[in-house]
């Protein structure tokens, strides 16, 4: 094998396990060593491998590699040539170093150096050993063909002399003329694709769009329920021990590993999601890119070691001078396709298989709080080409923490406003032929309200220039929240509400902390000290919303989301955390139904052609049908699993009911027109 301007072109990874054998090989001026590069591989031979001005290494890493320490056990350098080569002994273990010409390191054992040694090729003597002569034809080594003597006789000295005149046969060529060495046939009576007659796959069907109905958010008919995925923010390992638990992340990536925890298969967490009731994945990009910022460190990274895996960004590199992480600058004019494909790539499965990516065009975390997140920021100065602006060297407060989202909020600088213009026309342009996308500001947004009137502003622009509408959602701290729902012309452009950085507590008063205060959510609630929600206080959120601005629909992300998933659903909220419903038709009943007037541990909706809905933590429920002529089938829905009882009992108009509830606990009442 040949390469060039590589990068540990010859490797074994974590806890490689032998034999493997690196024959013959060449790496031509590469930019980092081959070897051992994580922990604990074992049986490796490099046989007659070239590493052609970096080193060879079986070497302890340190915190190096992700912390790989010692890297090789048990393993053969032998004949091989390179600027060093690195043979350590590592506890309990041995490597060898046999025939090699470089600056030595290690305390391995060393036999023979700088001595060409017999047999030429260890692997080839041992595959001869084992396998007997009929090895010979497949030994293929580059020849040697003049000797090396300090004294030799007139004759010869005259013959290496002429020699001496033409380069020497490189790897590369020798490879280039395996075709003259072993013909390969080119005949072959095998039959093509064409003529096998295979089937096209099929092309996917996508399920009906997600829209707006009667301020349920549905698809064809039926409201969207279920519960949603967050993704990591940063950490991770592509190690074993890494991937028990991983969560999802649409733009992680792995090179040449794909799975849970590396660079997700796209078709298996969206059958993950619908095998599990997830609806949604609340996406954001990751804090950073490379791992090694995991220790929470400013400083400048002397090199471009990055650790996998890496939480790829929305920008291009350009290939040009060196960020704060050792790679290259980022262009913000430039968007990185493999990120943007990745998002939209999930988003047709979503619309293939009825779920919702939640889009958060920003990610506030890089712009407040630890230092660190803010080191590796695309739109930090030392980090892009673009002038963005901001002061450089970072004014770090007490040299540890960042105060900047008020100047990222600021669009009154003309190149950070038509960036910011630019990156929001790109987050729609996107996801322009995709329904099942909700766009909110920014996962953590507690900014202000100037900035948010500027983001509707301009997806307002495309909406009006590209003749295309798009689910805009409203998440943001409630007297932003408020003030643009009171700006009807923005309110306009907002089709959901999201109830996300504030809440009611269970006490009846309102944790609401203000926009534009420069802190991050986590710094609010540890200045007020906010109590839990409760079932009542969930549903009068987002009652309050849904009677008030009944054309739009109401997300709650806040405080006992999960928990309190009907009471979103009694107030008339959209995409409520709650168990898959044994009959599909009640998602159906749901969008032609109304919140009616509750009572104390008795929440309603309902639509007197269709149905009702009752929610009760009672031993009884009671509804007022006197002005209704039809009757109802009684059936129960568990309000944990779904499951479904359908009583003998009917209910029937004319007068007020009461419907008993056997289970002893709170219950789901349906009760379905006959």
Not at 440 to 450: C, Q, V
């Amino acid at each position: 094998m040949y390469a060039e301007n590589g990068y540990h072109d010859f490797a074994v990874g974590y806890c490689a396990a032998g034999p493997n054998a690196f024959v013959q090989c060449e790496s031509h001026e590469p930019h980092s060593f081959s070897g051992t590069i994580d922990s604990w591989a074992s049986g490796v031979l490099f046989d007659i491998v070239n590493s052609d001005g970096n080193a060879l290494s079986f070497g302890n890493r340190g915190q190096d590699g992700q912390g790989a320490g010692w890297t090789a056990a048990n393993s053969v350098f032998w004949q091989c040539t390179a600027a060093k080569v690195d043979c350590p002994k590592p506890p309990t273990a041995q490597n060898w170093a046999f025939g090699t010409w470089a600056q030595f390191a290690g305390n391995g054992h060393w036999e023979m150096s700088n001595e060409h040694i017999r047999p030429r090729s260890l692997y080839y003597a041992q595959l001869a050993d084992r396998l007997g002569e009929s090895t010979k034809a497949r030994t293929i080594l580059m020849p040697v063909e003049s000797e090396a003597s300090s004294s030799p006789k007139v004759e010869v000295a005259m013959a290496l002399t002429k020699l001496a005149q033409q380069p020497v046969l490189t790897l590369d060529e020798f490879i280039q003329k395996a075709p003259e060495r072993q013909l390969i046939a080119t005949q072959t009576t095998a039959k093509t694709i064409e003529q096998l007659g295979l089937p096209t796959a099929s092309k996917p069907t996508n399920a009906p769009a997600l829209t707006l109905q009667n301020g349920w958010l549905v698809r064809g008919n039926t409201v969207q329920t279920g519960k949603r995925q967050d993704v990591p923010w940063w950490n991770g390992s592509a190690r074993p021990h890494g991937l028990e638990n991983a969560k999802p992340h649409l733009t992680r990536f792995v090179p040449r590993m794909t799975g849970r925890g590396l660079t997700d298969d796209l078709n298996e967490v969206s059958d993950w999601m619908k095998a599990n009731n997830v609806l949604a994945i609340d996406h954001n990009y990751g804090l950073w890119y490379d791992r090694r910022r995991d220790d929470h460190e400013r400083i400048r990274r002397m090199d471009g070691e990055v650790w996998t895996p890496f939480y790829e960004l929305p920008f291009a590199r350009s290939g040009k001078e060196t960020a704060w992480d050792g790679l290259s600058k980022y262009d913000l004019t430039r968007y990185n396709r493999w990120y943007w494909s990745r998002l939209q790539q999930f988003a047709q499965l979503a619309d293939q298989k009825e779920l919702v990516l939640i889009h958060q065009n920003y990610f506030q975390h890089n712009i407040i709080e630890a230092g660190a997140h803010y080191a590796d920021f695309p739109w930090r100065p030392a980090n892009n080409l673009n002038q963005t602006g901001f002061p450089e060297p970072v004014p770090y407060a007490g040299d540890k923490r960042i105060f900047m989202a008020e100047q990222f909020y600021d669009v009154s600088h003309p190149v950070r406003r038509q960036l910011h213009r630019a990156y929001i026309r790109q987050c729609l342009d996107n996801f322009s032929e995709q329904t099942g996308v909700i766009q909110l500001i920014s996962a953590e947004y507690t900014g202000p309200l100037s900035f948010v009137q500027f983001w509707l502003d301009v997806i307002k622009e495309w909406e009006k220039e590209k003749k295309k509408n798009v689910l805009v959602g409203l998440s943001t701290t409630k007297d932003v929240q408020d003030a643009i729902l009171a700006d009807a012309p923005r309110a306009a452009t907002v089709d959901i509400i999201d109830i996300r950085y504030w809440h009611y507590q269970a006490n009846g008063t309102a944790y609401t902390p203000a926009g534009g205060q420069n802190l991050a959510p986590r710094q609010h609630a540890r200045l007020l000290n906010p109590k839990r929600s409760s079932f009542d206080q969930v549903y009068r959120a987002v009652s309050e919303y849904r009677r008030q601005f009944s054309d739009k629909a109401v997300m709650y992300s806040g405080d006992g989301q999960e928990a309190f998933g009907w009471a979103v659903v009694l107030a008339g909220g959209s995409m409520a955390s709650i168990p898959t419903v044994a009959d599909r038709q009640f998602l159906k009943d749901l969008p032609t139904m109304k919140p009616l007037v509750s009572s104390p541990q008795q929440w309603m909706l309902g639509n007197a052609n269709v149905g009702f809905v009752i929610y009760t933590e009672s031993s009884e429920a009671s509804l007022d049908l006197t002005q209704v002529s039809h009757a109802y089938h009684v059936r129960f829905i568990s309000p944990k699993t779904g499951e479904i009882t359908t009583s003998a009992e009917q209910v029937k108009g004319g007068t007020v009911v009461t419907v008993k509830n056997p289970t002893g606990m709170a219950s789901v009442i349906w009760l379905q027109k006959r």
